[in-house]
């Protein structure tokens, strides 16, 4: 199978594409799926020093048949519904809100979330929590527990999101620091506010991402099987 590059991208990021784990993994689908005859990375997107965004076209055959050939890479992501107790008071959760250019809006509200470099689900879910709600919340790696993960667009996006919940008490104190908090990775141009709602006004916040809808969704059924088994 050829592999060939765009003629703006320098040559002496070619290897690093190659050896970049989303484009690998993607290779290595795509060859166990497809007649994977030809790639032509098209654009590819530098976070720091490390390959980010990777747009590739592709000849590939199914059956014999050609397939739909471009795909953007972007490596997989984790997101984590973060639920907040307090005896006598309705559950609540933390939401960002944060600029969002490829959706043109400036105040899109979902939960925390951030793409994997390497690391791995849960360690990303905890680094992402530190950086977009802060270091006060007390979550920790055995605190995490999986709903599922999905793939975001497969039509056109390699992305596979794990979705994470945790349930954790708070204090009165913490609660009303979090409201409104403003967090973000400076170096990755993110501003961030903190929101804090009742989980079950979730569904009603308006227009959000799929992680969040289908976050609660999975973690309403949790509790009710959790609840019918305790009534039995």
């Known amino acids: 199978m050829q592999i060939s590059f765009a003629a703006d991208i320098p040559a002496d990021r070619h290897d690093a594409i190659r050896q970049a784990p989303h484009f690998q993994r993607w290779i ?12 032509h990375v098209r ?4 976070f720091g020093t490390r390959i980010g965004f990777i747009f590739v076209e592709a000849d590939a055959l199914h059956e014999g048949n050609p397939v739909p050939k471009y795909a953007l890479l972007r490596g997989d992501a984790v997101s984590v519904l973060v639920v907040l107790r307090r005896p006598g008071e309705p559950d609540r959760t933390l939401l960002t809100c944060e600029p969002r250019l490829p959706v ?4 899109v509200l979902s939960l925390p979330a951030g793409m994997l470099d390497g690391s791995t689900f849960s360690s990303t879910a905890l680094r992402e929590l530190a950086e977009e709600i802060g270091t ?13 993960r999905v793939w975001t667009t497969p ?7 794990g979705l994470y919940y945790t349930e954790i008490d708070i204090s009165a104190d913490l609660l009303e620091k979090l409201q409104d908090r403003a967090t973000g990775n400076a170096d990755e141009h993110e501003h961030i506010v903190v929101r804090v709602i009742e ?13 969040t809808l289908l976050s609660y969704t999975l973690y309403k059924q949790r509790v009710s099987e959790r609840q019918a088994v305790a009534t039995r």
Do not use: N, Q
């Open 43 to 46: 654009d590819a997107v530098m």
């Open 155 to 161: 039509g056109g996006c390699d992305e596979e999101i």
């Open 199 to 211: 989980l079950d006004a979730l569904p009603s916040i308006g227009m959000t991402d799929a992680k």
């Open 104 to 107: 043109g809006r400036s105040d």
């Open 28 to 39: 290595a689908r795509s060859s166990a799926s497809f007649e994977l005859r030809r790639v």
């Open 136 to 148: 006060d919340l007390p979550v920790k790696a055995d605190d995490l527990i999986e709903l599922t």
